[in-house]
């Protein structure tokens, strides 16, 4: 993202919420990112992020751009099952994760419908243990190749306003730079109406 505005000619500022240090106030933010990791260190992030629960939900109702990875992208949902235990979620999403048997690793390909042809077309990795019931909402993409959600539905990630939830790994964005442009011009968009 970063060099993206760059080579545009706009200036950024990455700012990293690193364990235990306060969410800054997200007024001035522009875009989110939630990145993933094991049960035990989302067990942790999602408590951290407990606190900030409202806030967070306000920016993302307020047309906040937010982009959530694999843990970070169940931590929005009502609750992760794991086999002993439930984490609850921040619930922003009405979406649940229960732990599968066996994780779906490997290649994805996805289409995407809001985006348009010919670049509709999403490639990334997925490497993932939860399964994901995302109900009524809208899927990040359709699967073509991969797993997706939950290996079940052929759905992949979630799409709610301006936030997108996936386990596409990959790298996702600088494999996908027209993902990483959207997520951009939804968030200049916001900051500038234009």
């Not at 790994?169 to 939804?186: E, F, I, S």
Request: charged share 25%.
């Amino acid at each position: 993202m970063r060099k993206r505005l760059e080579w545009r000619g706009i200036d950024c500022e990455v700012a990293a919420v690193r364990r235990d240090d306060p969410l800054a106030d997200l007024s001035d933010v522009d875009v989110i990112l939630i990145g993933g990791g094991g049960d035990n260190e989302q067990l942790y992030v999602c408590k951290h992020l407990m606190e900030y629960k409202n806030e967070l939900r306000n920016y993302i109702e307020d047309n906040g751009s937010l982009i959530a990875i694999c843990g970070g992208y169940q931590l929005l949902g009502n609750y992760y099952k794991l086999q002993n235990e439930t984490i609850k979620g921040l619930e922003i999403l009405d979406i649940y994760t229960e732990i599968g048997k066996g994780r779906l690793i490997g290649d994805i390909i996805l289409e995407a419908d809001f985006l348009e042809k010919p670049h509709n077309l999403i490639v990334g990795f997925e490497n993932h243990g939860g399964r994901t019931y995302i109900g009524d909402n809208l899927p990040f993409g359709k699967v073509l190749y991969g797993h997706g959600n939950n290996g079940k539905d052929a759905c992949e990630g979630v799409l709610y306003r301006n936030v997108i939830g996936t386990y596409l790994h990959g790298p996702l964005l600088p494999k996908n730079p027209h993902v990483c442009d959207l997520l951009l011009q939804r968030a200049l968009s916001r900051k500038y109406g234009v």
